[in-house]
């Protein structure tokens, strides 16, 4: 608490101690400097800002609903009118994202821990162990990222750097000791060539998929990861190239894709993917 006093006071805010209330207060007359917004950066701030705290209303999120609310409320009322006018032409919709619903308090937690580098025990629901659990969690970095936030660190329970599902933490609490993050700790460094969220040990694997035309433009036309390369083939069909480490993660994207895809390598990732093609025919009846 007394850094963030400290800034804002650094940041020119009158914030003074109220002996008789017992506690900080920021003179009322005291605002921030007027922001020049051009109408398509109002427009920006308001609709992804606006939308997008909707949707995560009990996390970070939530605040952007009322930055856009107030920033829409500065304008001039000519440029209100106008940006309602073009607001009513653009939606934005989002993937699916994991509300967090309850967790703006395990949220808010995690976030200072990290910033204060506070270590906290959490209790977690584990997916991979099948049970809860608890750990004394050191969190480095918190991350949002497919649809969820999550919170990276290194857990007494596992003695290495792990990353949590913040919507599967049960509870939050301080213990009172302090961490230092390594200097050489950082989320690319942490995440390597994962496909998503979860490294594997061991090399890197070299992928080889090839799509078929039905879904080859489709494919190339996202960049679905930083190391993908695409080499359309005569017959309109896609060789996808991607360095990644670990398949556990990328075995389900290329599911996802059915008949349209043929795993050429690894071919542990090929074995994999047709072990699980077998199993959905077999819960079909149709083998």
Same mark, same amino acid.
């Given at each position: ?12 805010? &009158? ?43 009990? $996390? ?14 500065? *304008? ?15 939606? *934005?919709?989002? &993937? ?38 608890? $750990? ?38 301080? $213990? ?22 979860? &490294? ?22 996202? *960049? ?41 390598? &690894? ?21």
């Amino acid at each position: 608490m007394f850094r963030d006093i400290e800034s804002l006071r650094e940041a020119g805010v &009158p914030i003074e101690y109220d002996a008789d209330a017992q506690r900080y207060r920021i003179d009322a007359a005291h605002f921030l400097p007027p922001t020049n917004l051009t109408l398509e950066e109002a427009l920006s701030v308001v609709l992804l800002a606006g939308r997008v705290g909707e949707l995560e209303r009990d $996390t970070l999120f939530a605040a952007a609903i009322g930055a856009a609310e107030k920033i829409e409320a500065s *304008l001039p009322s000519s440029m209100r009118e106008r940006l309602s006018e073009v607001a009513e032409a653009i939606d *934005l919709r989002p &993937p699916p994202v994991n509300p967090l619903a309850d967790k703006g308090d395990v949220y808010r937690a995690l976030l200072r821990a990290s910033v204060d580098q506070q270590a906290v025990r959490i209790r977690y629901d584990c997916r991979t162990e099948f049970r809860e659990i608890e $750990t004394d969690l050191d969190p480095y970095h918190l991350l949002f990222q497919e649809r969820s936030w999550y919170v990276i660190g290194r857990s007494s329970r596992h003695d290495e750097v792990r990353t949590f599902n913040i919507g599967r933490v049960k509870a939050v609490e301080p $213990t009172g000791a302090s961490f230092k993050r390594p200097p050489s700790f950082s989320v690319k460094k942490h995440l390597r060539n994962a496909w998503r969220l979860i &490294p594997d040990d061991g090399p890197d694997s070299e992928v080889h998929l090839r799509f078929s035309a039905v879904v080859s433009r489709n494919v190339a036309e996202v *960049l679905w990861h930083p190391t993908q390369r695409c080499e359309f083939r005569d017959d309109g069909s896609l060789d996808y190239h991607v360095t990644v480490s670990g398949i556990r993660e990328i075995v389900w994207w290329v599911l996802g894709y059915g008949d349209q895809v043929e795993v050429l390598k &690894p071919e542990r990732l090929r074995r994999e993917v047709a072990r699980r093609h077998r199993a959905a025919a077999e819960r079909y009846g149709v083998v």
